[in-house]
């Protein structure tokens, strides 16, 4: 059974600092590139940071860089989002995903909720 769960959300103030974490179950997690994405209200999902399997190679989208950073610890299948510098149109609910090409195979966590506000 596969899963994806989120953890470390919360609330924060502006210019303070989150680390999500996504623990990674079901599958291989090192076959799989590993994304975290956010949706604020009324707005579509937006790809935050991207991971490679091997953590060789990362993205980022532009509203985050310098400021966020990805990582994934293969061994605990777990991948990480350090939120620096966070700011209000930060908040959005950050879900982790799982994918892979050849066949694509797709997975999705519940996600988890940011809320930045003094």
């Known amino acids: 059974q596969v899963q994806l769960v989120e953890s470390g959300g919360g609330l924060v103030q502006p210019g303070g600092s989150l680390r999500l974490s996504c623990a990674a179950s079901?599958?291989?997690?090192?076959?799989?590139?590993m994304n975290w994405y956010r949706q604020a209200p009324g707005k579509e999902r937006e790809l935050v940071a991207t991971?490679?399997?091997?953590?060789?190679?990362?993205n980022y989208g532009d509203s985050v860089k310098g400021r966020f950073t990805i990582s994934r610890d293969n061994a605990k299948n777990t991948v990480y989002l350090q939120m620096n510098s966070l700011k209000f149109e930060d908040t959005a609910v950050y879900y982790c995903?799982?994918?892979?090409?050849?066949?694509?195979?797709?997975?999705w966590g519940q996600g988890t909720q940011v809320t930045v506000s003094s």
């Open positions: 995903n799982a994918w892979r090409h050849n066949p694509v195979i797709d997975y």
């Open positions: 991971i490679t399997g091997t953590g060789g190679s990362t």
């Open positions: 079901g599958f291989t997690f090192s076959w799989y590139v």
